[in-house]
């Protein structure tokens, strides 16, 4: 999912009978993966694929929000944001969130969560 190979993806997933709580074990392994790397593509084939929801991106602890967060991902972050409809009441951590994204240093992310943030509390 990482390397955003589609074909191979689906190809693993047959061969294997890969089911929906293989694609999510390991606190959600596969869709943290393809969120640091960016890969859009291999995030929305796995929606369909597995049934990714809000809720498994924006699951408390290590999740794929989180994740595009830290690697500086703002077109993940922002795909992600958008698809699912994720509104600031559906990130369990915000402080998290922006910690990741500080820690690393990630300009472009830091200030559009801030100006997420801030157009949806205060409006």
């Excluded at 830290?70 to 369990?92: C, H, N, R």
Aim: net charge negative.
């Amino acid at each position: 999912c990482g390397a955003g190979h589609v074909h191979v993806a689906s190809w693993l997933v047959g061969i294997a009978n890969l089911t929906p709580e293989d694609a999510r074990a390991q606190e959600n392994v596969a869709l943290v993966t393809a969120c640091t790397q960016g890969r859009e593509k291999i995030i929305a084939w796995m929606v369909t694929a597995f049934g990714i929801t809000s809720k498994h991106v924006c699951a408390k602890g290590t999740n794929a929000l989180r994740a595009a967060c830290a690697a500086s991902q703002l077109t993940t972050v922002m795909w992600l944001l958008s698809y699912f409809k994720i509104g600031t009441e559906d990130i369990p951590d915000r402080t998290a969130l922006l910690h990741d994204a500080c820690s690393r240093e990630c300009d472009v992310v830091i200030h559009f969560l801030h100006n997420f943030f801030v157009s949806r509390d205060d409006g």
